[in-house]
């Protein structure tokens, strides 16, 4: 399925995996700067009940949380990308890169007490933005592996 410009529809994940591949940890991360985070709440069997947004005193996680989950990410990219080649994937950052540069909101740089909103978008395009110079940086050239 796809939408009128022809981009692939977005596909419904199990929150499951949305928690496994480190992605509800990243959400409420940065949720956690505002007081908020995504509850999850499972059965006796790990089996999800009922997801919703709640106001948390939390501030962040443990270290020890955060190193797993970083972990977790790391994987999912291994893993979605284990079947395209490093050129692909270097490209596919880049062009995502500068999807956001190109982006309106990244400047001028707001701040919390004048425009939460838009200082919350900037975090999360900066953040996006350090993950995948991160992957072009870190990604080695297949030909720098024979050497």
């Known amino acids: 399925m796809?939408?009128?410009t022809g981009t692939p529809a977005p596909s419904?994940?199990?929150w499951e995996t949305f928690r496994q591949t480190g992605m509800l940890w990243m959400v409420n991360r940065t949720l956690h700067i505002f007081g908020w985070s995504i509850v999850v709440e499972y059965d006796d069997n790990d089996k999800p009940l009922r997801a919703y947004p709640a106001q948390t005193e939390w501030k962040g996680?443990?270290?020890n949380v955060d190193d797993a989950n970083y972990d977790?990410?790391?994987n999912w990219l291994a893993y979605r990308f284990a079947d395209?080649?490093?050129?692909?994937?270097r490209a596919w950052a880049q062009r995502q890169i500068d999807d956001i540069e190109a982006?309106?909101?990244l400047t001028p740089e707001?701040?919390?007490?004048?425009?939460?909103p838009l200082a919350l978008i900037q975090m999360g395009m900066?953040?996006?933005l350090a993950i995948l110079r991160t992957i072009i940086e870190g990604v080695p050239d297949e030909r720098e592996e024979g050497a």
């Open 2 to 4: 796809t939408d009128t």
């Open 12 to 14: 419904a994940e199990s």
């Open 61 to 63: 996680f443990p270290r």
């Open 72 to 74: 977790r990410i790391d």
């Open 84 to 89: 395209k080649d490093m050129q692909k994937l």
């Open 103 to 105: 982006d309106d909101r």
């Open 110 to 116: 707001a701040d919390v007490r004048t425009n939460a």
């Open 126 to 128: 900066k953040g996006k």
